[in-house]
Nanobody, 115 residues
Framework: VQLQASGGGLVQAGGSLRLSCAAS????????MGWYRQAPGKQRELVAE???????NYADSVKGRFAISRDNAKNTVYLQMNSLKPEDTAVYYC??????????WGQGTLVTVSS
């Protein structure tokens, strides 16, 4: 299973970015898809996740600014990030969990928000 993330980059505070992550390979049924991030010197943390049934969960720090969505036909998850802040700067990783509990990670994409 491969997860290919894209869409990171450099943006000014207040700007927007959209991350995409496409899963490919021998996939069993996907349960949850999500995004995590890891800032320098910090632990990796959940940003947002969405279940196969469309239930979403967000970190408090991004509620109201970020929106997660998925296209099940394309095995792709998206993260629309608006009103970005310098503290959102991190490497963002996509994550996939199958209904059997197997977890897979993407390679990470860097998001840098300048003040």
């Amino acid at each position: 299973v491969q997860l290919q993330a894209s869409g990171g980059g450099l943006v000014q505070a207040g700007g927007s970015l959209r991350l995409s992550c496409a899963a490919s390979g021998r996939l069993s049924r996907i349960d949850t898809m999500g995004w995590y991030r890891q800032a320098p010197g910090k632990q990796r943390e959940l940003v947002a996740e969405v279940t196969n049934g469309g239930i979403t969960n967000y970190a408090d720090s991004v509620k109201g600014r970020f929106a997660i969505s998925r296209d099940n036909a394309k095995n792709t998850v998206y993260l629309q990030m608006n009103s970005l802040k310098p503290e959102d700067t991190a490497v963002y990783y996509c994550n996939l969990i199958t209904i059997f509990g197997n977890a897979f990670w993407g390679q990470g994409t860097l998001v840098t928000v300048s003040s």
